[in-house]
């Protein structure tokens, strides 16, 4: 039977380039095959280094929304 | 046996030779102000999963101490200062030392330069937990080789 895939909330609002990539890269490193990664970031820079590194570890940005008030990027992992 | 080299093919094969995961960079400088983007770099290529070498010499090398005495702001920026200072907090920017703590947790290595810490009298027991070694300039670039380099 596999693992349960854990959803994990990474809360990096107001937090400051490369806060947020950084706080992500530290869920990432506690993460397995399968779970789900979603960060919240309010600095704008988020929305392309979400990218860069997703594409970088090779891992999946499933989505990528700019809310009102927080930007929301779902990361799916593939690989460890 | 003869063997067809394409050259198309071959000078891939060296593109990728050249470019390994890595990001090496020397610190020299020992102003505020060259401190931020070394911390910005030395944490963003952590958290990407790079490499990190960092070769601390000439000027940088008081911060890395025990003891450091604070960074001096050049003249030229002085009247900038409080405003980057202030916009910095702001901004909630984390502070260089910070930044390179983290990266450190995240894998960075940082050396000390084996001459200039001659120069200055300091031993490995004089510099702070940061600090993996104190190595030469060949040894660094040995390091450092096939990666990406920044002199800072």
């Known amino acids: 039977m596999p693992e349960t895939v854990q959803h994990t909330i990474v809360d990096s609002r107001g937090s400051a380039c490369p806060g947020p990539i950084t706080d992500l890269a530290m869920a990432y490193r506690r993460a397995k095959v399968g779970d789900v990664i979603e960060l919240w970031a309010t600095d704008p820079g988020v929305k392309a280094d979400v990218r860069a590194w997703a594409a970088k570890t090779k891992n999946e940005v499933a989505s990528l929304d700019q809310q009102q008030e927080k930007i929301v990027a779902t990361l799916r992992i593939l690989k460890r | ?152």
């Open chain 2, 1 to 152: 046996m003869t063997t067809t080299v394409h050259p198309a093919a071959s000078a891939a094969q060296n593109q990728a030779a050249a470019t390994t995961d890595k990001l090496s960079i020397i610190m020299f400088s020992g102003t505020a102000d060259k401190f931020i983007p070394l911390g910005v770099l030395a944490q963003a290529a952590a958290a990407m999963g790079t490499e990190v070498n960092i070769f601390v010499t000439g000027f940088a090398l008081g911060a890395f101490t025990k003891h450091p005495k604070e960074l001096p702001f050049p003249v030229e920026f002085s009247a900038m200062a409080p405003i980057v200072a202030q916009g910095m907090a702001k901004a909630h920017v984390a502070s260089w030392d910070t930044m390179l703590r983290t990266a450190h947790e995240l894998g960075a290595k940082i050396y000390a330069c084996s001459m200039m810490s001659g120069v200055m009298g300091l031993e490995k027991d004089d510099f702070n937990d940061l600090v993996e070694d104190v190595v030469g300039a060949a040894s660094f670039l040995q390091t450092a080789e096939n990666g990406q380099l920044l002199f800072i």
